[in-house]
């Protein structure tokens, strides 16, 4: 692309952030995406070697930019509340084709083999071993399930395992995007398969259906999608190395991690959330029917957050 054409396609994105620095106020909740964007004009402009005028025109406006969200620590709160709110779900919105194609994976599995074990629980067998299988139903059966970690210290001793192995296997699905996104994939099919077996496995038997479900239902929606975002993340990490496009690989595989960053951090979030549930809520004394109901709004506070949040005003700068 031309420098004039260059300047044709992005002059309007420089225009308005031109106007939304200008204001002090109004327009700034969309600074957050156009400084991201403007981030990579000035890395194109540099590698394609742009006019020294140009470059440096988009270095000063980049500085101001930093400057107006960076420079005053009192405005720190109110930039993470914006990334939180807006910039989050409008990231994941905008790879919606990576969504559609994670949760295939992930329910694809989940309904195949669940239907395949509820039909013939022996079909198990072929994706667990006997001991696993035996071990999965001890953990819910009525003898041995148990309401309560034995007060406060035994809840926060399981907060902090929680979060420590499924914050880690987040992180380890979006770094092993680095392999062609392919490890990545593989670790939500994984998991898809395993939540088949478990679910359909512990429902067969209506002595520890009742325990599992009341017990995953409401963390398994912020754990499930803590997963789908860092699989996102990890699968786009993979393609910017096998379609790095016109750049080059070590320059698109920088500039996927910043643009997944709002995934990877999100999914952490989620995750801890998660924790903070399964630790102390889903071991707790509630009757199933109560567990169900929370579990009901806090999978459609989740859906109704990616599905709605950051839209309205200043939604046109994201694209």
């Not at 599995?109 to 006997?130: E, K, N, T």
């Not at 987040?170 to 077996?197: E, Q, W, Y």
Request: hydrophobic letters at 50%; one cysteine or more; proline letters at 4%.
């Amino acid at each position: 692309m031309k420098q004039a054409q260059f300047e044709t396609v992005y002059g309007p994105l420089w225009s308005a952030i031109e106007t939304t620095l200008a204001s002090r106020q109004q327009g700034r909740e969309a600074l957050p995406e156009q400084y991201r964007r403007l981030c990579q004009c000035l890395a194109l402009a540099s590698q394609r070697g742009y006019s020294p005028q140009l470059v440096s025109h988009l270095h000063d406006l980049v500085a101001r930019c930093h400057h107006a969200l960076y420079g005053v620590a009192a405005e720190r709160p109110t930039v993470l509340l914006q990334w939180l709110r807006v910039d989050l779900p409008r990231r994941v919105r905008a790879e919606w084709k990576l969504l559609l194609l994670v949760l295939f994976c992930l329910l694809g599995p989940a309904l195949a083999i669940g239907l395949l074990v509820w039909q013939d629980a022996r079909h198990a067998y072929l994706f667990s071993s006997p001991e696993e299988l035996a071990r999965m139903h001890s953990m819910y059966a009525p003898s041995s399930f148990k309401t309560g970690r034995g007060g406060n210290e035994g809840d926060v001793q399981m907060f902090g395992h929680y979060i420590w192995n499924n914050v880690s296997i987040d992180f380890r699905t979006f770094a092993s995007g680095i392999f062609g996104g392919v490890p990545a994939l593989l670790i939500v099919l994984f998991n898809g398969l395993h939540m088949g077996v478990a679910a359909a496995w512990l429902s067969l038997d209506p002595a520890t259906r009742t325990n599992f479900w009341s017990f995953v239902v409401t963390h398994a929606s912020f754990e499930l999608a803590g997963l789908v975002l860092s699989g996102m993340a990890g699968i786009r990490l993979g393609l910017s190395l096998i379609k790095p496009g016109r750049l080059r690989r070590r320059d698109a595989l920088q500039q996927a991690s910043i643009e997944m960053y709002p995934l990877v951090a999100g999914a952490a979030l989620l995750t801890v959330l998660a924790a903070f549930f399964e630790a102390f809520w889903s071991a707790s004394s509630a009757a199933p029917a109560v567990k169900y109901s929370v579990g009901a709004v806090c999978w459609a506070l989740v859906i109704l957050f990616f599905a709605c949040a950051g839209r309205g005003k200043g939604a046109h700068a994201a694209r």
